[in-house]
């Protein structure tokens, strides 16, 4: 093998290796945004039921109809938290998927440039 082989050979998975560090950090970031986006909105979930008991409560309320509507909130929030896991955690198995796809690329690359000795 001479130098240029070698040179050729390092050019081509520096390049597949920038591409494979490109789309990892992409899908993370879109799993970052995700998390904030999801974050806000269950925020903004909590924020819309109390505001929508403190429309309708009185001070002779019972508190069984407080505990109903934390209950309620509760359970649209674990809801929503699964929803949510789930979604975040299949964004990490597609960054690994896809990682493994060009670490794949990166050692055919170097075992096709590395057989021509």
Same mark, same amino acid.
């Given at each position: =093998? !001479? #130098? !240029? ?7 081509? +998975? ?9 789309? @990892?950090? /992409?899908? =993370?970031?879109? /799993? ?6 999801? @974050? =806000?909105?269950? *925020? ?5 039921? /109390? ?13 069984? %109809?407080? +505990?109903?509507? *934390? +209950?309620?909130? $509760? ?11 789930? !979604? !975040? ?11 493994? #796809? ?7 690359? $170097?075992?096709?440039?590395? /057989? %021509?000795?």
């Amino acid at each position: =093998m !001479n #130098i !240029n082989e070698v040179i050729e050979r390092n050019q081509a +998975v520096g390049l597949l290796a920038w591409q494979c560090m490109l789309r @990892a950090s /992409g899908l =993370m970031s879109l /799993g970052a945004i995700s998390s904030a986006r999801k @974050a =806000m909105d269950t *925020y903004l979930m909590c924020l819309r039921h /109390g505001a929508e008991y403190a429309e309708q409560a009185r001070l002779t309320d019972p508190p069984e %109809k407080l +505990v109903v509507v *934390y +209950v309620d909130t $509760l359970s649209d929030f674990v809801e929503k938290s699964w929803q949510d896991f789930r !979604n !975040n955690l299949q964004i990490l198995l597609l960054t690994q998927d896809e990682i493994l #796809i060009w670490v794949a690329r990166i050692d055919r690359t $170097l075992d096709e440039r590395g /057989g %021509k000795q």
